[in-house]
T-cell receptor, first 113, second 118 residues
Framework: EPEVTQTPSHQVTQMGQEVILRCVPI?????FYWYRQILGQKVEFLVS????????KSEIFDDQFSVERPDGSNFTLKIRSTKLEDSAMYFC???????????FGQGTRLTVV | AQKVTQAQTEISVVEKEDVTLDCVYE???????LFWYKQPPSGELVFLIR??????QNEISGRYSWNFQKSTSSFNFTITASQVVDSAVYFC???????????????FGKGTLLTVNP
């Protein structure tokens, strides 16, 4: 069964460093998403991406965040200068589009120290 | 704006008990989708079910059943004869079609931690 793959599963970084979280969506999907879950809290929408551009972003997704699809298969989330409060589980999701069945990756746990 | 409320923060039951997880949603759209996800201790989000707003038929899948009532804006989830492996956080989520951004983003509730004790 096709699945969304995220790497790494866990990343530890120092405050102020840049991190890139990687995702390989399901191959025929057209819509891509990043969500964030701070430990013990709900899953929150960060950004959606369609047709090589951001289609919607939340207020959490400020100038420190960026997304891109560099090569037609990977979908990345970059945090330019990490803060302690960026520590969270980051989930990538993808969907075909017309039906909102979002398939989630297993998540990347980001720890900022 | 869409909103999902899961009023039960934690529920603890003994194995074989039935348990119902509540979900109440708010939306201004007539077309929307409702979801339940399971998050076991390992952290991944496991898709359980999707319903669209035009289909109020209740659904049963093994020990799981879902009761969708538009009149009360509720989409409750019942586990029959609970098992220890059902212990997890369960999230209810709502999706509307956001035509301005051309996407179906999900709005999650805060989740209910279900603990099933042997």
């Amino acid at each position: 069964e096709p699945e969304v793959t995220q790497t790494p599963s866990h990343q530890v970084t120092q405050m102020g460093q840049e991190v890139i979280l990687r995702c390989v969506p399901i191959s025929n999907h057209l819509y891509f998403y990043w969500y964030r879950q701070i430990l013990g809290q709900k899953v929150e929408f960060l950004v959606s991406f369609y047709n090589n551009e951001i289609s919607e972003k939340s207020e959490i997704f400020d100038d420190q965040f960026s997304v891109e699809r560099p090569d037609g298969s990977n979908f990345t989330l970059k945090i330019r200068s990490t803060k302690l409060e960026d520590s969270a589980m980051y989930f990538c999701a993808s969907s075909e589009g017309l039906v909102p069945e979002a398939f989630f990756g297993q998540g990347t746990r980001l720890t900022v120290v | 704006a869409q909103k999902v409320t899961q009023a039960q923060t934690e529920i603890s039951v003994v194995e074989k008990e039935d348990v119902t997880l509540d979900c109440v949603y708010e939306t201004r759209d007539t077309t929307y989708y409702l979801f339940w996800y399971k998050q076991p201790p390992s952290g991944e989000l496991v898709f359980l079910i999707r319903r669209n707003s035009f289909d109020e038929q209740n659904e049963i899948s093994g020990r799981y059943s879902w009761n969708f009532q538009k009149s009360t804006s509720s989409f409750n989830f019942t586990i029959t004869a609970s098992q220890v492996v059902d212990s997890a956080v369960y999230f209810c989520a709502l999706s509307e079609w956001y035509s301005g951004g051309s996407n179906y983003k999900l709005t999650f509730g805060k989740g209910t931690l279900l603990t099933v004790n042997p």
